[in-house]
């Protein structure tokens, strides 16, 4: 589930980048630059993780200047008005953007696909989640309350590039070329964040032949580049070909079921294991559940059967491995 709900979204990412650069420049496809954007993530991953985090460090800087300064161009701008009537979609419409925006939300646990090139993991994932989580929070209000108030909710809902259009509302010449600039840097880093820890649980399936074992050969620096370009292809494909809305909601729906597969484990640990209470747990299972199945029945239909054809080849894998052992007995 992880590597079918998180393949997709490199290509998401690229995606979104395309639709940005296309707004900011109509001559170039947004379908051309997400496939260009997708290509180069791949490309980056390839090389090796420092390249791929010396890249991220220095996106991740511009992205959080960028949106500040989103923040503080935007804020003084900002109509109550466009905040009433409040949630007119009532619980059921909450419930279902929650679970539509939690692909947005996920970049966080990539730090945990890492562990195996992190040094003190027990102590440092924790900290570095807790942070990280944090940081978006605080960041996706702030910029959240400034489109909502100067564009308003439906304002929002027709713009492909919903930061730009605010400051092209607002008329403001240094405001949308910040914002163009930082969502082309954000989306591109959060594609190539995700591929670089999609390819990891990619290359530990493979090694333990849950996938092809071919595909887990490292390279220079023990760097599992198979796996990367498996990953890269697929989210290759996915820029090119995928509709952006079902790419989103599919990735969603997968995330939400595979962090209920990990609340439950959590409630399996024994005590002296345990880092946080059991009732986070349940309330982890509880909620994902709701928010998955609250999303639409053609995105809860498509996901289901992604995860079906997995559960099938996971099936037909474990017999083949079977039958070889007795074979060799």
Not at 127 to 141: C, E, K
Not at 249 to 265: D, E, K, R
Request: positive net charge.
């Amino acid at each position: 589930m992880f590597l079918a709900a998180n393949t997709v979204g490199p290509g998401v990412s690229a995606l979104v980048f395309g639709g940005y650069l296309h707004a900011v420049w109509s001559v170039i496809p947004a379908r051309t630059a997400a496939v260009s954007a997708a290509l180069i993530m791949t490309v980056l991953n390839a090389g090796g993780i420092k390249r791929s985090v010396g890249v991220t460090d220095i996106v991740v800087i511009l992205s959080i200047v960028s949106l500040l300064a989103f923040v503080v161009i935007g804020l003084p701008h900002a109509h109550a008005s466009n905040f009433s009537p409040f949630a007119t979609g009532g619980i059921g419409g909450i419930l279902r953007a929650t679970g539509l925006l939690f692909f947005a939300y996920t970049g966080y646990s990539r730090i945990a696909t890492l562990v195996e090139e992190v040094r003190n993991p027990r102590r440092t994932i924790p900290i570095a989640t807790i942070t990280a989580l944090g940081t978006a929070v605080v960041l996706y209000l702030l910029v959240a309350i400034t489109a909502l108030s100067i564009l308003g909710a439906s304002g929002i809902s027709k713009s492909s590039s919903p930061l730009e259009s605010t400051m092209t509302t607002l008329a403001s010449t240094a405001g949308i070329v910040i914002i163009s600039a930082g969502a082309l840097l954000t989306t591109f880093n959060e594609g190539l964040s995700d591929l670089l820890g999609v390819s990891r649980v990619a290359f530990a399936m493979e090694r333990e032949a849950d996938l092809p074992q071919g595909l887990a050969k490292l390279g220079k620096g023990q760097n599992p580049w198979r796996s990367v370009l498996f990953v890269g292809t697929i989210s290759i494909l996915i820029a090119a070909f995928a509709p952006l809305t079902i790419a989103i909601a599919v990735s969603s729906f997968g995330i939400l079921l595979y962090y209920s597969v990990t609340n439950l484990s959590a409630l399996k640990l024994a005590n002296k294991q345990r880092m946080f209470p059991r009732w986070l747990a349940i309330a982890g299972l509880i909620g994902c559940l709701a928010l998955a199945f609250s999303l639409a029945p053609k995105e809860i239909g498509i996901g289901l059967a992604i995860i079906s054809i997995g559960i099938i080849f996971r099936v037909f894998r474990l017999a083949t491995r079977r039958m070889k052992k007795s074979n060799i007995q």
